[in-house]
């Protein structure tokens, strides 16, 4: 059931002893995500790596999330994220949606984070520098 | 019907002849809105406040929304934004996400508001700055 595969998510990401591969194991191969930080990134090979660096950029994190909306095969994850980054930022109940779309084995095929990195970054990126939602 | 109504709100919003009225209009008397850049507001009074202040600060606007998400009286719009602000930043494709949730009269009683503002801002706010999405 896609919305208990969503709570998990949550569980697995704030845990300080769960390896990227359980969070992997939730994906699709050919998923997707699209993120502030990296725009889209397709497979799991990338979608890896994208996990890796979170893990190297969040030296610690908390979701506290309030409500998990549910429409056909996508979830809806509502609320907010504590936490800190190696550049030494700590942030509080900065407001986060991550929105996942589902295949038939209840996987997640598409992930798309949405967060306001104004109150996790210390430098603002260049324009050139910001990636797109957009895969074009 | 609430999802027509979500997407009225965007069609307000992008349009250059429209004022705050129109927009207030959807809203309930004692409607709530959490922003990443003001917190939790109260009221339409404060409500209006807040769209003349962003009606200042981003200078021209077109929302590209994707998916309309609905799940009892809640509808979830993602999409991306383009846009420029009065500081001079132009910005294409941020992500957003504005979640809605309605009163039994189709009046907006909840509006929560997720965009990257990292991509928007010229300066990144200091951690004090920060408002948080929790209201206490």
Known sequence: MSVEIA??????MD????????VLDLYAEGATIKSPRKGVI?????IQSFYEANAEFFTGGEHVMEHFH???DTVICEGTLDGSTVE??????????????FDDNDKIES?????????VLTEV????????FRDD
């Not at 030494?88 to 779309?101: A, Q, T």
């Open 7 to 12: 709570k998990r998510y949550f569980e697995l």
């Open 15 to 22: 845990s300080t002893s769960t390896g990227t591969d359980e």
């Open 88 to 101: 030494g930022r700590n942030f509080e109940g900065v407001g986060l949606v991550d929105i996942m779309s």
């Open 111 to 119: 992930f798309r984070a949405y967060l306001d990195y104004s109150a």
């Open 125 to 132: 990126p260049d324009d050139e520098d910001v990636p797109s």
């Open 42 to 46: 397709h497979g799991k090979d990338d």
């Open 70 to 72: 549910h429409d056909g």
